[in-house]
């Protein structure tokens, strides 16, 4: 059974008349009369009463007249669907990112992107790079920014490198010195990240670096609870600079070469992304050209593309 059998069908239905019904589908009348036939043989049942000058459907084609519409209908829509989805008036994104993106970068690129295609629904899924790579992996994003090196775990990713980014210090009060060393952390209790940021293993890998093991105020906060804890008094962190410029905390750069991170985009490599997907990837590398371009890249970070 074949779609254009099924309008011709319809068609006649509706005119009782082959002649005007072939008229109506833009087709040879022999031609359409032809496909009604091949319609009815596999159906094993006449569709229409066939006499001059009087066309009527059979019990047959009563029974298929409604089903053949439903059909039609449900054709269209997909169609429709479709073709919205390709022009961007529909569609998902699935975005995975870092709890520090998720509070600074990310907000302004998904009011950009959902100025531009509204019709898109954005999912955000917040987590580690470790587990949003294991998500790319499996299907279950579209996107994720993620903190690099990761890529020797997952060579079915393909990754950008977008920014480096500097960690730096934040405190309740401003240390007396304008730049720390990371040596002079030695002794200091600090509020630390639960495990699972990349944050907390950057900061505990220069530490050990330096020769020694950080001492905690208090660990195991997720980025809202670090600030506060910080507010409070209850020590320093370290923190992505673009967190800690509009924590309203004081800013405190490291030293020398001072610790930072790379920023990066992936999806899958084996799989591309989505028309939607690579719109948003398309609205995030935009976003940060424009901003490099006008000299409004946050503090401490330097465009890599």
């Known amino acids: 059974m074949q779609l254009q059998q099924l309008r011709y069908f319809v068609a006649v239905a509706e005119t009782r008349h082959f002649t005007r019904a072939a008229e109506a589908a833009h087709v040879a009348q022999p031609s359409l009369s032809q496909q009604i036939r091949s319609l009815e043989r596999e159906l094993g049942a006449e569709l229409f009463h066939r006499t001059r000058g009087n066309i009527a459907l059979t019990d047959a084609g009563d029974a298929l007249l409604p089903l053949a519409r439903r059909i039609l209908a449900d054709t269209e829509s997909a169609r429709l669907a479709v073709q919205e989805t390709v022009q961007l008036r529909r569609g998902r994104v699935r975005l995975g990112a870092p709890p520090s993106l998720c509070t600074s970068l990310v907000p302004d690129v998904l009011r950009v992107f959902r100025d531009r295609y509204p019709g898109v629904a954005l999912v955000v899924r917040e987590g580690g790079s470790r587990d949003l790579v294991r998500s790319l992996a499996e299907g279950e994003l579209d996107l994720a920014l993620i903190i690099t090196p990761r890529g020797e775990a997952a060579p079915a990713l393909a990754v950008t490198g977008l920014l480096h980014e500097e960690l730096v210090l934040v405190s309740a009060k401003p240390p007396a010195r304008r730049r720390v060393r990371v040596a002079e952390l030695r002794g200091w209790p600090l509020v630390m990240f639960r495990e699972g940021y990349d944050v907390r293993e950057a900061t505990l890998a220069a530490c050990r670096a330096a ?56 999806h899958g490599h084996e799989v591309p992304p989505t028309r939607a997907a690579e719109a948003l990837r398309e609205t995030l590398l935009a976003h940060l050209r424009d901003a490099a371009r006008d000299g409004e890249l946050p503090p401490g970070t330097r465009l890599l593309l």
Do not use: K, N
């Open 211 to 266: 020769g020694f093991e950080p001492e905690f105020a208090v660990e195991g906060g997720e980025m809202d609870a670090v600030l506060g804890f910080v507010r409070a008094g209850l020590g320093p962190a370290v923190l992505p600079g673009m967190v800690a410029h509009r924590s309203g905390l004081a800013v405190t750069p490291f030293a020398g070469q001072g610790l930072g991170r790379t920023i990066a985009v992936a």
